[in-house]
């Protein structure tokens, strides 16, 4: 049977002066703008110096972005059928001719498939991956990351609910705890795509930048010892949907003005024997209170010997 060999890969030799110094441009910055007419090389350049760089190990993977196109007037990505993957595939077609160019199709393939080379929409570059358990806020209260699904609504960096319009399997990958300042922590990806500050970014007023756990990690405390980044709060209060919560309205206000809800229960604080007798009464008849120590009382099951 007759072996085929897939055809020889292109090295990038600029064509004009301007290429030249797009080349050297995109070489000596991190973020580099190119405008100029169709067909004078910008996408060609851009993507035969990025394969360049991979192929050389100058860099470890290639993220391709654009903007969500609408389709048509008042429209976007929705309009077109498929998931995110499939709603963007027309837009970066030429971009997959010249990686094929530089690469070849197989090794692209390759690429594709372990998440070296990745085309995403840049509305929707946020986070990159977070472990199947671990809580995610919903309109309707939490669910797991694994129970998510597309057509979904999960709650926004404005308390409000958007949809989920793609998912991206992540695979094995090296996890990360991420604990803050409050003690709370979240599992995810050293590639987990974060929205922080520095402290030279407030004091120079340059705001919320985006970056890796990797990069967090190699940056997490200054010089003198002080921890360098903070994340944004919530834009706004999260609004869940409405939903009939059975609990008696008197218990809610005490435990709303006299109590918390800490690990193994509802704790109420008083020195009130009239209000002790009266949430002894309201409770469900396999609960009861249990006097804990001085005005400190706890709401447990009648099962539990503590």
């Known amino acids: 049977m007759a072996k085929t060999k897939e055809a020889k890969t292109l090295v990038l030799k600029p064509k004009t002066n301007n290429q030249s110094n797009y080349i050297q ?3 000596e910055h991190d973020v580099t703008f190119c405008t100029g007419p169709a067909g004078t090389g910008k996408t060609a350049v851009a993507i035969g110096l990025a394969c360049e760089y991979l192929r050389d190990g100058k860099v470890e993977n290639i993220k391709i972005v654009r903007p969500a196109i609408e389709t048509c007037e008042g429209g976007g990505l929705g309009y077109l059928p498929g998931e995110l993957d499939k709603k963007l595939n027309p837009y970066f077609v030429n971009i997959k001719e010249e990686l094929i160019k530089y690469l070849g199709r197989s ?5 594709f498939a372990d998440g070296t080379i990745e085309i995403a929409s840049l509305e929707y570059m946020r986070g ?3 472990t199947l358990d671990s809580p995610i806020i919903t309109p309707d209260g ?3 990351m694994g129970e998510i699904k597309v057509g979904d609504k999960v709650i926004g960096s404005n308390g409000k609910s958007i949809n989920v319009i793609g998912i ?6 090296q996890i990360y705890k991420v604990q803050f300042a409050d003690h709370t922590f979240v599992k995810c990806s050293e590639d987990h795509l974060w929205n922080t500050m520095t402290l030279s970014e407030k004091n120079h007023k340059k705001g919320y930048t985006a970056k890796t756990t990797k990069i967090i990690k190699e940056s997490l405390k200054t010089n003198f010892g002080q921890k360098r980044h903070c994340i944004p709060m919530l834009d706004g209060a999260v609004e869940f949907n409405k939903q009939t919560i059975d609990i008696d309205p008197y218990l809610l206000g005490l435990l709303l003005g006299d109590g918390h809800i800490r690990t193994g229960g509802v704790r109420i604080c008083s020195n009130d024997e009239e209000i002790i007798q009266e949430v002894q009464k309201r409770i469900p008849n396999e609960l009861q209170l249990k006097h804990r120590k001085l005005l400190d009382y706890a709401i447990v099951s009648k ?3 503590n």
């Open 168 to 173: 991206f399997p992540q695979g094995k990958k």
């Open 25 to 27: 441009a995109m070489a």
């Open 142 to 144: 939490i669910k797991l």
């Open 107 to 111: 090794l692209l393939g390759n690429y």
């Open 303 to 305: 099962n539990n010997k």
């Open 128 to 130: 990159r991956a977070e």
